[in-house]
């Protein structure tokens, strides 16, 4: 069949294809992942539906080695099975958890990557096939049918809710006649904050396991006949791996504070250059001048009428900003519940009205920022810095948490005292043209992120 050269796309720059004939098959072959691709993935196709019932991509032998690395008695062999369940809700919280604990190492528990934060986004339907996110949680067992890892997986049929763009990339494939949607997306869903992805529990196997579930990730692939598998904010160490298996890398950018044993706000002040000083306290100090209250609430402290509030301040940010909500009512309420005290709510209020809010979430040696919202009638200065900055760090000093993580954008976060931060984003594609193309757009946008 013939591919016609099409449009220019934003991101192809000056690079552009030459009509010629190609075979409706195109064989794909990566040695690193450890087995042969072999996939129709050119033109008109139609790609795999989903099996509710759970999928079984293989069973594959562990092997415990010895310290110096020698394969020790075939006895000690273990079965290790990979699944594809369509619900988080197919696994238990404690077995989740523990994958996630395990992978994130020692006292730094992800609350996003927990069971309670997952299943809410389900049950109160926000990552559902209704919404375009449906759930594909690939799951290992071993022979004693413990579970040794996980991974949060989604097939998408758009990319809205993932904060790593590549929109232009869905535009590349439709102006040459070939399909983008479905893709695979490993991530949690309206999230930008880093993480493992791979969830491993920690056993003379891990390693092992790791390897196995990544090639299960690119096998499920290729059975799905989709354009491409993004796993995105996963971990430096991670992204690493996965480049060395024939993944690309891509390089995003935040901003966090790091918190330096403060003893108080005003001793955080004073590492900051006299300007940047002077202007935040001036920003504070419009808080007060406008008879607004600020306070910091957590777990049980949280009622429903806070949550049914924030929702609609949360609603007025969305419809303004981009039109429409990810989340539902019901998930603030289910989270909530799951997650207690792992839960920060600031709020404002004007008298006994509550005006404003800002979601945070607790975790491990973290703060992390994620929602903001306030009354739609009403203007107040410098309440959005306030609510979404100064108070998580006062947060982060009283608690003894080293860092808070405040969300995607926004270079005005480094007069507040936020800094540049690398986040990392894993891509299979699996179609080698297109990820020739892309291999060098991501190369030239790394140089002008960082």
Not at 310 to 335: E, I, P, Q, V
Not at 398 to 413: D, S
């Amino acid at each position: 069949m013939a591919v016609a050269v099409g449009a220019s796309s934003p991101f192809l720059g000056h690079t552009s294809f030459h009509l010629r004939k190609t075979s409706s098959r195109r064989h794909v072959q990566n040695s690193n992942v450890g087995f042969s691709i072999k996939a129709i993935f050119w033109g008109p196709r139609k790609a795999v539906e989903p099996s509710k019932q759970e999928l079984c991509l293989g069973d594959f032998c562990l092997t415990e080695f010895g310290i110096e690395g020698d394969r020790t008695n075939f006895d000690k062999a273990r079965k290790l099975s990979v699944w594809v369940v369509s619900s988080i809700s197919e696994i238990s919280p404690d077995e989740w958890d523990a994958c996630s604990l395990d992978s994130a190492g020692p006292g730094e528990l992800n609350p996003f990557l927990t069971h309670g934060f997952l299943s809410s986004l389900e049950e109160s339907h926000c990552a559902t096939k209704e919404t375009g996110w449906v759930p594909q949680h690939v799951i290992a067992r071993d022979d004693s049918d413990n579970v040794l890892g996980v991974i949060p997986l989604y097939l998408k049929s758009h990319s809205f809710g993932e904060y790593v763009f590549d929109h232009s990339w869905a535009d590349a494939y439709y102006s040459y006649g070939s399909r983008y949607y479905p893709k695979l997306q490993c991530c949690v869903p309206f999230t930008p904050v880093t993480g493992p992805r791979i969830l491993v529990r920690n056993t003379n196997y891990r390693d092992q396991v790791f390897d196995i579930l990544v090639s299960a990730l690119v096998a499920l692939t290729i059975k799905f006949q989709v354009s491409s598998l993004h796993i995105t904010f996963l971990s430096a160490i991670e992204c690493g791996k996965l480049k060395e298996k024939g993944f690309l890398q891509r390089v995003g950018m935040q901003y966090h504070w790091t918190n330096r044993n403060y003893r108080s706000f005003d001793e955080f002040l004073m590492d900051m250059k006299q300007s940047k000083r002077k202007n935040i306290r001036q920003e504070r100090k419009k808080i007060s001048a406008q008879n607004l209250t600020m306070k910091r609430l957590r777990g049980y402290e949280i009622k429903a009428k806070h949550w049914d509030t924030f929702y609609k301040f949360y609603r007025n940010t969305t419809d303004n900003k981009w039109g429409s909500a990810y989340l539902t009512r019901d998930f603030f309420h289910n989270m909530a519940s799951k997650l207690g005290d792992q839960v920060l709510l600031v709020t404002a209020e004007e008298g006994d009205e509550l005006v404003a809010g800002a979601l945070n979430l607790i975790g491990g040696d973290a703060i992390y920022g994620r929602l903001w919202g306030c009354h739609p009638q009403v203007y107040y200065p410098s309440l959005h810095f306030e609510a979404c900055y100064y108070q998580a760090i006062e947060a982060a000093i009283e608690l003894n948490v080293g860092r808070v993580e405040a969300g995607a954008q926004g270079e005005h976060k480094i007069q507040r005292g936020y800094m540049p931060v690398t986040t990392y984003s894993s891509h299979y594609i699996l179609d080698e043209v297109f990820r020739k193309v892309i291999s060098d757009f991501l190369v030239r946008e790394e140089a002008q992120v960082i």
